[in-house]
């Protein structure tokens, strides 16, 4: 039973950065590791996956070009780096191991089985 552990949310001010670590507690290779994030109010949505094997990685468009998502395979990590935070990027984050990789896009959320607990980001001025 895989557990999950993100951390290095906070409150940041727009064009800021963080990086949130999702510590993973297990062997992961093979398997794909996606965030997600959810505002009040909406819609849990994918923003970033690294297939864990082979460092694969898909964006949302709307953080294309501002987060890099990567992985440490010998300390079961992954990073989501957040550069130029805008306050549409607030939401809690989640990371989340699935066992699929579907090559150009991430899956949905029905596609993990493994969640953490989440860390907020809040970006405002």
């Known amino acids: 039973q895989l557990q999950l552990a993100e951390s290095g949310g906070g409150l940041v001010q727009p064009g800021e950065s963080l990086r949130l670590s999702c510590a993973t507690g297990?062997?992961?290779?093979?398997?794909?590791t996606g965030w997600f994030r959810q505002a009040p109010g909406k819609e849990r949505e994918g923003v970033s996956c690294?297939?864990?094997?082979?460092?694969?990685?898909n964006y949302a468009d709307s953080v294309k070009g501002r987060f890099t998502i990567s992985r440490d395979t010998a300390k079961n990590t992954v990073y989501l780096q957040m550069n130029s935070l805008e306050p549409e990027d607030t939401a809690v984050y989640y990371c989340?191991?699935?066992?699929?990789?579907?090559?150009?896009?991430?899956?949905?959320?029905?596609?993990?089985?493994?969640w953490g607990q989440g860390t907020q980001v809040t970006v405002s001025s």
């Open positions: 989340a191991i699935g066992n699929r990789w579907y090559g150009d896009r991430c899956g949905g959320s029905e596609a993990y089985g493994y």
């Open positions: 690294i297939n864990n094997k082979y460092g694969y990685t």
């Open positions: 297990g062997f992961t290779s093979g398997r794909t």
